[in-house]
């Protein structure tokens, strides 16, 4: 089976651009939640979807903002990219919010670079 | 707001010996789960043990155990018999609901 699957791999960007990232959980998963690491750190939470409706949202500005679709993919949108946005973004599926002894199983994220 | 704490930076162990990985952790929560990830250079997030707040059992998995002290917020991960193939950043994670919360990792060296 076909574990979570996330593209591009690497992207480059300028300051300003905006950019989409895709994600596609594993199948039966509902949930999908999306985390920046920034070098040398742990990854934070940036939005949990399940459902196609947020559920939850961490410590980011307006300019990112995601979406879930019909069947369970997903995007993340950041606009009027910064330096400081060049991260790991990773994506992880979930069965479902919450659910018990259920852990979120993460993608290879993609790298994005702000020149 | 929870906070995750890993107070080792870097750490390293020999072939075949054994290594403690720390990790703290704040909440008022009582039922919750805790995780611990690996993240080799792939960059791929992969989990290792999970325990929930509420089972006073440690969890094992293989080589892997832990010790989860609720009332002193401690949760931390052994790997017995340590092999190459287990360096990698290890992260300590909470969750709360669907939203974990990671520590800021340990880098584990291990020495042939």
């Known amino acids: 089976d076909a574990g979570v699957t996330q593209s591009p791999t690497h992207l480059i960007k300028t300051r300003g651009q905006h950019v989409t990232l895709r994600c596609s959980p594993i199948s039966g998963h509902k949930s999908v939640s999306w985390y920046q690491q920034v070098l040398g750190q742990g990854p934070q939470f940036i939005f949990q979807y399940y459902e196609k409706e947020e559920r939850g949202r961490g410590n980011f500005p307006d300019r990112f903002s995601a979406r879930q679709f019909p069947n369970y993919s997903s995007e993340l949108n950041v606009n009027a990219l910064l330096l400081g946005d060049s991260a790991l973004y990773l994506c992880a599926s979930s069965l479902a919010v919450g659910a018990r002894n259920q852990p979120q199983h993460f993608g290879d994220g993609t790298r994005l670079s702000i020149l | 707001a929870q906070t995750v704490t890993q107070s080792q930076p870097e750490m390293s162990v020999q072939e075949a010996e054994t290594v403690t990985l720390s990790c703290t952790y704040d909440t008022s929560e009582s039922d919750y789960y805790l995780f611990w990830y690996k993240q080799p250079p792939s960059r791929q997030m992969i989990l290792v043990i999970r325990q929930e707040a509420y089972k006073q059992q440690n969890a094992t998995e293989n080589r892997f155990s832990v010790n989860f002290q609720k009332a002193a917020k401690s949760f931390s991960l052994k790997i017995s018999d340590s092999q190459l193939g287990d360096a990698a950043m290890y992260f300590c994670?909470?969750?709360?609901?669907?939203?974990?919360?990671f520590g800021e990792g340990t880098q584990l060296t291990v020495n042939p």
């Open positions: 994670a909470y969750r709360l609901g669907s939203r974990l919360t």
